[in-house]
C-alpha cells in the first residue's frame, strides 16, 4: 500500500511534467491553429513542415548550434577541468566563482550583457555571436560535471601509466578519460540540451536572419503560431525518447544476458569485450554523426535552395505570407527569396537602421515606415516597375498619402482597422457601438480582452476622451492612463495574438481585435461579430518598402509586383484573411464577403478613422515612460 | 597530479570574454546616462513605484515557487533514493527530455490547458470538482515556473540523495530513532548541499523570468524581468535596462550569499 502511494506520487509528478507536451503534440494533429479547440485529426502540418524551407532552417540552426556550443564547450570545458586540478586552492576556488557567474546570472542579464559587449567592441551579430554566448553559457555545466568525476578519479592510476613509460597525453586518453566519461557525457547532455532549449540568449545576440526553432516561435506571434511547430518539435521529441528509451533498456537487456552467460559459466573473451566495446563506441559515433549530417547538411540543403543565382532578401512578420506564394514567385522568376521573420515593428527597426543586413523588400506598419523615411532608410518606389499598382484601390492610396504623401515610398500590402469582436450569444446584438463598452462593469463577467500594444491600447482611451490618437501631450496622457487603470479591474487579459484564440473557445465574450482577424475568427466560432466603435478608430497599413541600402531593387520591385498580382492578392487574403487594397482582387472575393461593412467599412466610417504618425524620439519616449506608468501599475 | 596550469587558458579566456567584459559593459551603461556622462539615475530608478513593484513582486512569485518546488521535490528525491539507485541516467534522462521540447511552446501549451474553457477545466467540470480560474493571475505564473524548474531542484536533491550511505541510516534506525528522526536529523542534513543547489537554480532564473509572466500573466503583471526586456526592445533605454539589471543581480547576490552560509561544502550539482 505504501508503495501504491509512492508510485502514485511519482506517477502525478510525471504527469505534471509531460502534461504539455502531451497537449503539444496532440495540437499537432489538431485541423485548426487556435489552440484548445480540437477541429479534427489532421497531418497537413507535417506535410508543411516537410515543405517549409523556413522551420528546417531553423530546424537546423537550432542543432547546428546545440551541436558546436555543446562539442565546444565539452572540450574546452574538459580539458580546463584538467589544468584546474593543477591549481592551488586559491586559485582553484577563484576559478570556480568565475564559472558560477554565468549560472547564477539571470538569462537576461547574461544575453543583454553579451549584447552590449558586442556593440561596444563594434562586433556585428551573426551566427558566430549566437555560438559563442552559447559555449559561454554551456560551459559551467561542463566543468561542474566533469571536475567532481576528475577529482574522484584520483591520480594513481594516471601516475601509474606514466611511470609504465605512457606519454601524459596517451596516459589521459586512455586512461584518465575512460573513467572521468560519464562527466563528459553528462556534461555534454546537459550543454547540449541548455543550448537546444535556449531562447532569451539567442534573442538578444543573433543576427538578421538567423531563427532558431524559439525565435521562429516568438516572431510568429503577431498572427499565431502555426502548428507546423508543433508537429516538427513532437518529430524531435519522438526521436530523443526513442533513442534515450534504447540506450537505457538495450544496456540492459546485455547485463542480464552477460549474467546469465556468467552464471552459465561463459566468460567474455578480451577479444570479445574488446569487440562490445567498439560496437558500443560506433553506437555513439552514429549518433553524433547523424545529428552533424543533418544540421551540417540540412543548412547546406537550405542555403542550396536559397543561395544559387538570383536573391532577394525579404522581412516580413512571421508566417504573414503564404509560403504558396513564395514559391510560386520563385519558380516563375527563378529569383529566390530569404525571407528573415521578426515579431514586432519595434524589434525590427533597430536591425535595419543597423543596416548589418541589407534587405531588399520589407513589410512593416505604417507609423514605423514613416519612422524610417524620416531616418532616411528608404529609397522612393519606382511605379514604372511595378504596372501592378494599378490594381491598388484609389481610395485607400488616398488615405496612406497621408502618412506618405505621393505614396512615393510605401506599397500597402494588407490593410485593416481595430475594432471590438463579441460573442453575440453572450451579449445581443447591436448592443456594442462604443469603445465605452470595454469599461462596462456589466460585461466584464463575460471576459474583456485588450490589446497589450502601446499605440492601439493608447487609442482607445484617447477616441474616447476626443483626443487625437496621435497626441503626445502630457497632460492628455495622465488622462488616458488614468482611464485605462481604471479599467483594469475589468479586464480578464491584455494580450496580441492570444485575444483571438480566446474569443473562439469563448473564454473571453469581447475585445479589441484587428479587423484582419475577424474573418477567421469567425470562421472558427460563427457566434463572432465586428463592430468599429463609433468614437472611430485607427486605419493601419502594412506596407511594402524598399530600403536604401537595397542591394537588388530590381528583384524587389518585381517581387511588389508580383504581390500586387489579382490572384495574388486573393491567395494572401485567404491565407491571412486581412483585407486587402486591392481593387482586383476584390472582384475576385464571395460577394458576401465583399459587402460585409465591418471588414470593408464604407467611406463614412472610414472619414471617422485616423492614422497613428510618427512623432519623433522625444515623444516616443514620453509615450513609453507613460506606457510604463501604465502597465506597472 | 595534472602539472598543467596553462590548460585552463582556453576556458579562462572563454569567461573573460564572454563573463567578465560583458559585466563590465553592464555596469559602464549601468551608471552612464544617454550622453555617457556618469549618473546614478539608472541604479536609483529602481525606487520608481512601477520599478519597486515589479521587483517586489518578482521576488515574492520567486519565493513561492521555489518553496512548492522544494516541496514537491524532496519527496521525489526520497522516492528514488530507494527505488532507482541504479538507474540513475535513466531518472537524469526524464527530468531533462521535456527540455527537448521548446521552452516557450510548453509554457503556450499551459495556457491552452489553463484557460477558462481549456482542457484542463473541461476535464475537472467533467469531474464535477468545478473550475480552476486561475489563468491570468499570479497563480498562473507561479505554475509555470514551478513546471519549468522543477527539474532543477528534483535532479540536485536526487543526486545528493543516492550518494547518502544507507549504513547511516541503519545505524540511526538500529539506535533507536523514529522515522521523523532519521528524516530530520539524518536525511535533511546529508541532503543539505543538494537542497541548497536546488534553490539557486529555481530562484534565479524565477526571479528574472519575463516570457512565463507575458504569456501566463495576460499582460496584466509586470515583474522586473519584463521590464528590463522592454527598457531593452521596445524603447530602446540600454542605459535604464542595465541599471535595472545590476540592481536585480545585487538582489540575487543577496539571496544567494544568504543561502550560502547553508552549504559549508558545495557539495550540490545538477548531475
Same mark, same amino acid.
Given at each position: 500500500?505504501k508503495?501504491?502511494?509512492?508510485?502514485f506520487?511519482?506517477?502525478?509528478?510525471?504527469?505534471?511534467?509531460?502534461?504539455?507536451?502531451?497537449?503539444?503534440?496532440?495540437l499537432?494533429f489538431?485541423?485548426?491553429?487556435t489552440?484548445?479547440?480540437?477541429?479534427?485529426?489532421?497531418?497537413?502540418?507535417?506535410?508543411?513542415?516537410?515543405?517549409s524551407?523556413?522551420?528546417?532552417?531553423?530546424?537546423?540552426?537550432?542543432?547546428?548550434?546545440?551541436?558546436?556550443?555543446?562539442?565546444?564547450?565539452?572540450?574546452?570545458g574538459?580539458?580546463?577541468c584538467?589544468?584546474?586540478?593543477?591549481?592551488?586552492?586559491?586559485?582553484?576556488?577563484?576559478?570556480?566563482q568565475?564559472?558560477?557567474?554565468?549560472?547564477?546570472?539571470?538569462?537576461?542579464?547574461?544575453?543583454?550583457?553579451?549584447?552590449?559587449?558586442?556593440?561596444?567592441?563594434?562586433?556585428?551579430?551573426?551566427?558566430?555571436?549566437?555560438i559563442?554566448?552559447?559555449?559561454?553559457?554551456?560551459l559551467?555545466?561542463?566543468?561542474?560535471?566533469?571536475?567532481?568525476?576528475?577529482?574522484q578519479?584520483?591520480?594513481?592510476?594516471?601516475?601509474?601509466?606514466?611511470?609504465?613509460?605512457?606519454?601524459?597525453?596517451?596516459?589521459?586518453?586512455?586512461?584518465?578519460?575512460?573513467?572521468?566519461?560519464?562527466?563528459?557525457?553528462?556534461?555534454?547532455?546537459?550543454?547540449f540540451t541548455m543550448?537546444?532549449?535556449?531562447?532569451?540568449?539567442?534573442?538578444?545576440?543573433?543576427?538578421?536572419?538567423?531563427?532558431?526553432?524559439?525565435?521562429?516561435?516568438?516572431?510568429?506571434?503577431?498572427?499565431?503560431?502555426r502548428?507546423t511547430?508543433?508537429a516538427?518539435?513532437?518529430?524531435?521529441?519522438?526521436?530523443?525518447?526513442?533513442?534515450?528509451?534504447?540506450?537505457?533498456?538495450?544496456?540492459?537487456?546485455?547485463?542480464?544476458?552477460?549474467?546469465?552467460?556468467?552464471?552459465?559459466?561463459?566468460?567474455?573473451?578480451?577479444?570479445?569485450?574488446?569487440?562490445?566495446?567498439?560496437?558500443?563506441?560506433?553506437?555513439y559515433?552514429l549518433?553524433?554523426?547523424?545529428?552533424?549530417?543533418?544540421?551540417?547538411?540540412?543548412?547546406?540543403?537550405v542555403?542550396?535552395?536559397?543561395?544559387?543565382?538570383?536573391?532577394?532578401?525579404?522581412?516580413?512578420?512571421?508566417?504573414?505570407i503564404?509560403?504558396?506564394?513564395?514559391?510560386?514567385?520563385?519558380?516563375?522568376?527563378?529569383?529566390?527569396?530569404?525571407?528573415?521573420?521578426?515579431?514586432?515593428?519595434?524589434?525590427?527597426?533597430?536591425?535595419?537602421?543597423?543596416?548589418?543586413?541589407?534587405?531588399?523588400?520589407?513589410v512593416?506598419?505604417?507609423?514605423?515606415?514613416?519612422?524610417?523615411?524620416?531616418?532616411?532608410?528608404?529609397?522612393?518606389?519606382?511605379?514604372?516597375?511595378?504596372?501592378?499598382?494599378?490594381?491598388?484601390?484609389?481610395?485607400?492610396?488616398?488615405?496612406?498619402?497621408?502618412?506618405?504623401?505621393?505614396?512615393?515610398?510605401?506599397?500597402?500590402?494588407?490593410?485593416?482597422?481595430?475594432?471590438?469582436?463579441?460573442?453575440?450569444?453572450?451579449?445581443?446584438e447591436?448592443?456594442?457601438?462604443?469603445?465605452?463598452?470595454?469599461?462596462d462593469?456589466?460585461?466584464?463577467?463575460?471576459?474583456?480582452?485588450?490589446?497589450?500594444?502601446?499605440?492601439d491600447? #493608447?487609442?482607445v482611451? $484617447?477616441?474616447?476622451?476626443?483626443? !487625437? &490618437?496621435?497626441?503626445?501631450?502630457?497632460? +492628455?496622457?495622465? =488622462? /488616458?492612463?488614468?482611464?485605462?487603470?481604471?479599467?483594469?479591474?475589468?479586464?480578464?487579459a491584455y494580450?496580441?495574438?492570444?485575444?483571438?484564440?480566446?474569443?473562439?473557445?469563448?473564454?473571453?465574450?469581447?475585445?479589441?481585435?484587428?479587423?484582419g482577424?475577424?474573418?477567421y475568427?469567425?470562421d472558427?466560432?460563427?457566434?463572432?461579430d465586428y463592430?468599429?466603435?463609433?468614437?472611430?478608430?485607427?486605419?493601419?497599413?502594412?506596407?511594402?518598402?524598399?530600403?536604401?541600402?537595397?542591394?537588388?531593387?530590381?528583384?524587389?520591385?518585381?517581387?511588389?509586383n508580383?504581390?500586387?498580382?489579382?490572384?495574388?492578392?486573393?491567395a494572401?487574403?485567404?491565407?491571412?484573411?486581412?483585407?486587402?487594397?486591392?481593387?482586383?482582387?476584390?472582384?475576385l472575393?464571395?460577394?458576401?464577403?465583399?459587402?460585409?461593412?465591418?471588414? #470593408?467599412?464604407?467611406? $463614412?466610417?472610414?472619414d471617422?478613422? !485616423? &492614422?497613428?504618425?510618427y512623432?519623433?524620439? +522625444?515623444a516616443? =519616449? /514620453?509615450?513609453?515612460s507613460?506606457?510604463?506608468?501604465?502597465?506597472?501599475? | 597530479?595534472?602539472k598543467?596550469k596553462?590548460l585552463t587558458?582556453?576556458?579562462?579566456?572563454?569567461i573573460?570574454c564572454?563573463?567578465?567584459?560583458?559585466?563590465?559593459?553592464?555596469?559602464?551603461y549601468?551608471?552612464?546616462?544617454?550622453?555617457?556622462?556618469?549618473?546614478?539615475?539608472?541604479?536609483?530608478?529602481?525606487?520608481?513605484?512601477?520599478?519597486?513593484?515589479?521587483?517586489?513582486l518578482?521576488?515574492?512569485?520567486?519565493?513561492?515557487?521555489?518553496?512548492v518546488?522544494?516541496?514537491?521535490?524532496?519527496?521525489?528525491?526520497?522516492?528514488?533514493?530507494?527505488?532507482?539507485?541504479?538507474?540513475?541516467?535513466?531518472?537524469?534522462?526524464?527530468?531533462?527530455?521535456?527540455?527537448?521540447?521548446?521552452?516557450?511552446?510548453?509554457?503556450?501549451?499551459?495556457?491552452?490547458?489553463?484557460?477558462?474553457?481549456?482542457?484542463?477545466?473541461?476535464?475537472?467540470?467533467?469531474?464535477?470538482?468545478?473550475?480552476?480560474?486561475?489563468?491570468?493571475?499570479?497563480?498562473?505564473?507561479?505554475?509555470?515556473?514551478?513546471?519549468?524548474?522543477?527539474?532543477?531542484?528534483?535532479?540536485?536533491?536526487?543526486?545528493?540523495?543516492?550518494?547518502?550511505?544507507?549504513?547511516?541510516?541503519?545505524?540511526?534506525?538500529?539506535?533507536?530513532?523514529?522515522?521523523?528522526k532519521?528524516?530530520?536529523?539524518?536525511?535533511?542534513?546529508?541532503?543539505?548541499?543538494?537542497?541548497?543547489?536546488?534553490?539557486?537554480?529555481?530562484?534565479?532564473?524565477?526571479?528574472?523570468?519575463?516570457?512565463?509572466?507575458?504569456?501566463?500573466?495576460?499582460?496584466?503583471?509586470?515583474?522586473?524581468?519584463?521590464?528590463?526586456?522592454?527598457?531593452?526592445?521596445?524603447?530602446?533605454?540600454?542605459?535604464?535596462?542595465?541599471?535595472?539589471?545590476?540592481?536585480?543581480?545585487?538582489?540575487?547576490?543577496?539571496?544567494?550569499?544568504?543561502?550560502?552560509?547553508?552549504?559549508?561544502?558545495?557539495?550540490?550539482?545538477?548531475?
Amino acid at each position: 500500500m505504501k508503495n501504491f502511494w509512492k508510485r502514485f506520487y511519482l506517477v502525478i509528478v510525471l504527469l505534471f511534467l509531460y502534461l504539455p507536451i502531451i497537449t503539444l503534440i496532440v495540437l499537432s494533429f489538431n485541423n485548426t491553429k487556435t489552440m484548445g479547440v480540437w477541429k479534427g485529426f489532421t497531418l497537413k502540418w507535417y506535410q508543411e513542415m516537410l515543405s517549409s524551407p523556413q522551420i528546417l532552417n531553423a530546424f537546423c540552426n537550432t542543432l547546428f548550434i546545440a551541436l558546436i556550443a555543446a562539442v565546444v564547450s565539452t572540450i574546452v570545458g574538459t580539458i580546463a577541468c584538467v589544468g584546474i586540478m593543477a591549481l592551488s586552492r586559491r586559485q582553484r576556488n577563484t576559478i570556480l566563482q568565475l564559472t558560477n557567474i554565468p549560472l547564477l546570472n539571470a538569462d537576461i542579464v547574461t544575453a543583454v550583457s553579451l549584447l552590449l559587449a558586442f556593440g561596444l567592441f563594434g562586433i556585428s551579430l551573426s551566427l558566430g555571436t549566437v555560438i559563442f554566448a552559447h559555449i559561454t553559457f554551456c560551459l559551467p555545466y561542463v566543468i561542474l560535471n566533469v571536475l567532481p568525476k576528475l577529482r574522484q578519479s584520483g591520480t594513481s592510476t594516471y601516475e601509474a601509466a606514466l611511470d609504465l613509460g605512457a606519454s601524459p597525453v596517451y596516459a589521459f586518453l586512455h586512461v584518465v578519460l575512460p573513467d572521468i566519461m560519464p562527466g563528459v557525457f553528462s556534461g555534454f547532455l546537459l550543454a547540449f540540451t541548455m543550448s537546444l532549449d535556449d531562447f532569451i540568449i539567442t534573442y538578444f545576440t543573433r543576427g538578421a536572419g538567423i531563427n532558431t526553432i524559439s525565435t521562429l516561435v516568438y516572431s510568429q506571434v503577431k498572427v499565431g503560431i502555426r502548428p507546423t511547430i508543433f508537429a516538427l518539435s513532437t518529430v524531435i521529441f519522438v526521436i530523443v525518447l526513442v533513442v534515450l528509451l534504447l540506450s537505457n533498456f538495450l544496456p540492459d537487456k546485455i547485463a542480464q544476458k552477460r549474467e546469465e552467460d556468467a552464471k552459465k559459466g561463459i566468460e567474455l573473451t578480451p577479444e570479445q569485450r574488446r569487440k562490445k566495446k567498439t560496437l558500443q563506441r560506433i553506437g555513439y559515433g552514429l549518433m553524433a554523426a547523424v545529428i552533424a549530417v543533418v544540421s551540417i547538411f540540412g543548412g547546406r540543403y537550405v542555403g542550396a535552395m536559397t543561395g544559387n543565382g538570383e536573391v532577394i532578401y525579404f522581412y516580413n512578420y512571421g508566417d504573414y505570407i503564404d509560403p504558396d506564394l513564395v514559391t510560386a514567385f520563385e519558380m516563375q522568376t527563378g529569383i529566390k527569396v530569404v525571407m528573415d521573420t521578426f515579431d514586432t515593428n519595434e524589434s525590427m527597426y533597430p536591425i535595419v537602421e543597423g543596416g548589418q543586413v541589407s534587405y531588399d523588400v520589407i513589410v512593416a506598419g505604417d507609423y514605423t515606415v514613416e519612422k524610417m523615411i524620416a531616418n532616411k532608410l528608404l529609397q522612393p518606389i519606382n511605379y514604372e516597375n511595378i504596372p501592378n499598382a494599378a490594381n491598388l484601390e484609389p481610395s485607400y492610396m488616398e488615405i496612406l498619402a497621408r502618412t506618405d504623401p505621393g505614396n512615393t515610398y510605401m506599397i500597402p500590402y494588407t490593410w485593416g482597422t481595430v475594432g471590438i469582436l463579441y460573442n453575440k450569444t453572450m451579449i445581443p446584438e447591436g448592443r456594442i457601438t462604443s469603445w465605452k463598452d470595454l469599461w462596462d462593469p456589466e460585461l466584464a463577467e463575460y471576459g474583456i480582452l485588450m490589446q497589450d500594444s502601446l499605440r492601439d491600447t #493608447f487609442m482607445v482611451a $484617447e477616441m474616447i476622451l476626443g483626443f !487625437d &490618437m496621435n497626441t503626445s501631450d502630457p497632460e +492628455e496622457l495622465q =488622462q /488616458v492612463v488614468d482611464l485605462l487603470i481604471e479599467q483594469q479591474p475589468l479586464v480578464q487579459a491584455y494580450e496580441n495574438d492570444a485575444a483571438r484564440d480566446d474569443l473562439i473557445t469563448e473564454d473571453a465574450g469581447i475585445g479589441m481585435i484587428y479587423s484582419g482577424e475577424y474573418l477567421y475568427c469567425l470562421d472558427e466560432n460563427e457566434n463572432l461579430d465586428y463592430v468599429i466603435p463609433e468614437e472611430g478608430t485607427n486605419v493601419w497599413f502594412d506596407c511594402f518598402v524598399i530600403p536604401a541600402n537595397a542591394k537588388n531593387v530590381e528583384g524587389a520591385e518585381k517581387f511588389i509586383n508580383f504581390m500586387l498580382d489579382a490572384e495574388a492578392g486573393l491567395a494572401t487574403f485567404e491565407y491571412l484573411t486581412y483585407p486587402i487594397p486591392n481593387s482586383a482582387t476584390m472582384e475576385l472575393i464571395d460577394e458576401e464577403i465583399r459587402e460585409d461593412e465591418n471588414v #470593408f467599412p464604407s467611406q $463614412e466610417t472610414l472619414d471617422k478613422c !485616423d &492614422m497613428y504618425h510618427y512623432l519623433g524620439k +522625444e515623444a516616443d =519616449q /514620453v509615450l513609453a515612460s507613460y506606457w510604463k506608468r501604465f502597465r506597472g501599475n | 597530479m595534472f602539472k598543467r596550469k596553462w590548460l585552463t587558458a582556453p576556458y579562462l579566456a572563454f569567461i573573460l570574454c564572454g563573463t567578465v567584459i560583458p559585466l563590465i559593459a553592464i555596469l559602464y551603461y549601468g551608471f552612464t546616462d544617454q550622453e555617457g556622462s556618469f549618473t546614478l539615475e539608472n541604479i536609483t530608478a529602481i525606487a520608481d513605484e512601477e520599478h519597486a513593484k515589479a521587483l517586489g513582486l518578482a521576488l515574492l512569485l520567486a519565493l513561492i515557487c521555489t518553496v512548492v518546488c522544494l516541496i514537491l521535490a524532496y519527496p521525489v528525491g526520497l522516492i528514488l533514493r530507494k527505488n532507482a539507485s541504479g538507474k540513475k541516467g535513466f531518472v537524469v534522462f526524464i527530468l531533462i527530455l521535456p527540455m527537448w521540447m521548446n521552452f516557450l511552446l510548453r509554457t503556450y501549451a499551459w495556457k491552452a490547458l489553463l484557460a477558462g474553457n481549456g482542457v484542463l477545466n473541461n476535464i475537472l467540470g467533467g469531474l464535477g470538482i468545478g473550475k480552476l480560474n486561475i489563468i491570468n493571475t499570479p497563480a498562473a505564473i507561479v505554475l509555470g515556473m514551478v513546471y519549468d524548474f522543477l527539474p532543477f531542484m528534483i535532479l540536485p536533491i536526487y543526486n545528493v540523495m543516492v550518494k547518502i550511505d544507507n549504513n547511516l541510516i541503519e545505524a540511526a534506525y538500529d539506535l533507536g530513532a523514529s522515522k521523523g528522526k532519521v528524516l530530520t536529523k539524518v536525511l535533511l542534513p546529508l541532503s543539505m548541499p543538494g537542497i541548497i543547489s536546488g534553490i539557486t537554480m529555481v530562484f534565479v532564473p524565477a526571479v528574472t523570468t519575463f516570457v512565463i509572466s507575458q504569456i501566463l500573466g495576460g499582460g496584466k503583471i509586470y515583474l522586473i524581468g519584463n521590464i528590463i526586456e522592454q527598457e531593452f526592445t521596445l524603447n530602446g533605454n540600454r542605459q535604464l535596462g542595465s541599471g535595472l539589471s545590476l540592481v536585480m543581480m545585487v538582489f540575487i547576490l543577496i539571496s544567494m550569499a544568504l543561502l550560502n552560509k547553508f552549504d559549508k561544502n558545495g557539495e550540490g550539482s545538477i548531475i
